[in-house]
Nanobody, 124 residues
């Protein structure tokens, strides 16, 4: 399993942007499919976006399509989530997840490495 650490969360006004980063401590980063999930207070975990181990395939929740972009930089062992046009409903703790040979899957069960999360708060 890889160790994952998210950064980039914070407080932003509605309509603003944030970029989350997740860096992995593993020499096999190229083999990892990666995803972002989020959890708001009182709500269950929600799939946000995923990118396959090859980078060729991406997948997004309907609620973020057109606003969020997931990408990866294998040279930096990092996956990014660019979040634009943020809404108060995007307020949540965002978690990075990884799984070997996973191809942009939206199911949590496909991922066995998880970061501690980073808080994103969008004010209205």
């Amino acid at each position: 399993q890889a160790q994952l650490v998210e950064t980039g969360g914070g407080l932003v006004q509605a309509g603003g942007s944030l970029r989350l980063s997740c860096t992995a401590s593993t020499v096999t980063f190229n083999y990892y499919g990666l995803a972002w999930f989020r959890q708001a207070p009182g709500r269950g975990s929600e799939f946000v976006a995923a990118i396959s181990w090859s980078g060729a395939t991406t997948n997004y929740a309907d609620s973020v399509k057109g606003r969020f972009t997931i990408s990866r930089d294998n040279a930096k062992n990092t996956v990014y989530l660019q979040m634009n046009s943020l809404k108060p409903d995007d307020t949540a703790t965002y978690f990075c997840a990884g799984g070997v040979w996973v191809s942009a899957e939206p199911s949590q069960s496909q991922y066995d490495s998880w970061g501690p999360g980073t808080q994103v708060t969008v004010s209205s």
